[in-house]
């Protein structure tokens, strides 16, 4: 029997001092919070912080886990050919230390957006809903299993 295959990313959601949350615009996803899978020999919390970093030239500090995330849908990758394994996604809400706002090779555009005008930007229904999990955030971290393919659906959804 093999070992299961998934991928483990981390997201983190800026807000700076103002209470604005940092938006980046992806090749693939439209707009979207910074995050990517987590490399061989980090941790969640150094994962997430390099991606941050690397997609928006912005460093910030982890202040709370907000949910996990399991996408169990089975889809081919964006080349046709590839399967993509089971996703582990952690969203963390994090807090601005420095920088500003610069693209990258995976952004094309980095912006701080007022909370209130966040939903006005993010269009693809799983991100809307992730999104909306943090600006709802009371204190409680979430878990939801879901597919994002065919179209997006919603497993489970549950607090802890």
Not at 12 to 21: Q, T
Not at 34 to 62: D, K, W
Request: charged letters at 20%.
């Amino acid at each position: 029997m093999g070992f299961p295959t998934h991928i483990v990313a981390a997201a983190g959601y800026v807000e700076d001092k103002s209470g604005n949350l940092l938006l980046v615009k992806t090749h693939h996803r439209g707009w979207d919070t910074a995050g990517g899978q987590v490399e061989i020999g980090e941790n969640l919390v150094e994962g997430v912080l390099r991606e941050i970093f690397e997609e928006s030239g912005i460093t910030a500090s982890v202040r709370c886990l907000v949910g996990v995330y399991s996408n169990v849908g089975q889809y081919l990758y964006h080349d046709g050919v590839t399967h993509v394994p089971t996703k582990v996604m952690f969203d963390f809400l994090c807090d601005y230390v420095d920088g500003q706002p610069t693209i990258s090779d995976e952004t094309s555009e980095v912006m701080w957006i007022p909370k209130t005008e966040v939903m006005r930007y993010v269009t693809m229904p799983v991100l809307r809903f992730r999104f909306e999990k943090v600006l709802h955030f009371a204190g409680e971290a979430c878990y939801c299993s879901y597919v994002t393919k065919p179209e997006f659906k919603v497993l489970t959804d549950r607090f802890f």
